[in-house]
């Protein structure tokens, strides 16, 4: 998607093949690019958000590989890169799909062949991330514009948590990709735009993103949802997922099964954007089995901003002494989501359902 009119990804080879993104922390104040050059450099940028988002954790993890790969072809280096990125963060699936379909590609050649064989198969990944995402978007316009012709097209009203945008994959986003191709389509769309505390991800990246392109959208913060579905000024909630489950569980950003329960109590539609990388057709029951990251204390008693000088700082906003919980994701159960807006169809979040759209991903 376009910066001031050129058009990014959120990672990609430079010219002189140097692995680069767009260092997330600084956004939307400052637009920094960093160059990933080791193994060691992926696995902080992946720990310390300087990108985030599922799609794009499975993307920079694939580079990863290659770089080490690039420098150490053997099978040593190569378990053991697995292994350090794979430990960086524990929720996103993407990140495992990747680095398993890293070592699918790599293990059976020789050494000599791996860098090569892997720097193609991560802008592979990178590619076929956009393309699903391009068509998570058009299924997702289905649904807005089934919607606008039942407001006689009046504007709709798409409520939205955590930063499941472009910045977040590599390209499109997932829950904005419907969103985009809406308001390419002449669809009058306006965006309730979650703040997602700790971290901030839709003020800072979602308001950013959206206000890039000229999508009409409004901050909220967190707890505002509830109020704005009783009123009648949601029409329906389209989230992103780190994980779901192969009964259609949704593991994402903290603060979505609240709004998926508001949600279903006000008879308001809550859809989930799922790439086919981010089910984990290993698990069934979300809340007992994916493993929730915990994070530092700090993200919940500090907040980072701009001070009037111009400079990003960070604040404190508790008492000196006072502990912090700071649990990252939570699981909504299926029967609270309406449907999954896949690659191939919006799917209802049931096993059959998941199991019947993807028969060659599912397992027999
Ligand atoms: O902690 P983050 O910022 O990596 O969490 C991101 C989310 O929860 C997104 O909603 C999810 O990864 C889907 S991104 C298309």
Request: aromatic share 6%.
């Amino acid at each position: 998607m376009k910066i001031n009119g050129k058009h990014y990804r959120a990672i990609w080879r430079a010219p002189c093949g140097a692995v680069q993104v767009i260092d997330q922390r600084w956004l939307p104040h400052e637009l920094r690019i960093a160059t990933l050059a080791n193994r060691q450099d992926f696995a902080d940028a992946i720990r310390d958000m300087w990108v985030r988002g599922a799609p794009l954790i499975g993307a920079t993890a694939a580079y990863g590989v290659a770089v080490q790969m690039a420098e150490d072809p053997s099978d040593a280096a190569l378990d053991e890169t697995c292994e350090v990125l794979h430990a960086t963060r524990p929720t996103a699936i993407n990140l495992k799909w990747a680095l398993d379909e890293m070592t699918r590609v790599l293990r059976p050649l020789a050494p000599e062949a791996r860098a090569e064989a892997a720097y193609k198969r991560a802008a592979g990944i990178c590619d076929e991330d956009v393309e699903i995402n391009r068509q998570i978007g058009l299924h997702g316009l289905e649904i807005i514009r089934e919607i606008a012709a039942k407001k006689a097209g009046a504007r709709v009203n798409v409520l939205t948590h955590c930063n499941a945008g472009w910045p977040a994959t590599v390209d499109w986003g997932t829950a904005t990709s419907p969103i985009y191709h809406a308001v390419e389509a002449g669809i009058d769309v306006h965006v309730f735009v979650d703040e997602t505390r700790p971290r901030n991800q839709g003020a800072q990246l979602t308001a950013w993103e959206l206000k890039s392109h000229g999508v009409s959208h409004d901050l909220i913060v967190d707890n505002a949802g509830g109020h704005l579905m009783q009123h009648g000024e949601i029409d329906l909630v389209i989230v992103g997922t780190d994980r779901t489950t192969a009964r259609g569980d949704v593991c994402n950003k903290i603060g979505t099964y609240l709004k998926a329960l508001a949600a279903k109590a006000n008879g308001v539609p809550f859809y989930v954007a799922l790439p086919s990388p981010t089910i984990d057709w290993t698990v069934q029951d979300g809340v007992k089995e994916i493993p929730i990251e915990e994070r530092g204390a700090e993200e919940v008693t500090h907040v980072q901003g701009r001070d009037p000088e111009g400079r990003i700082i960070s604040v404190q906003i508790s008492p000196d002494g006072t502990g912090a919980r700071n649990s990252a994701f939570d699981v909504t159960p299926a029967e609270l989501v309406t449907g999954l807006i896949t690659e191939r169809g919006v799917v209802a979040a049931e096993p059959q359902a998941l199991a019947a759209a993807f028969p060659d991903l599912a397992p027999q």
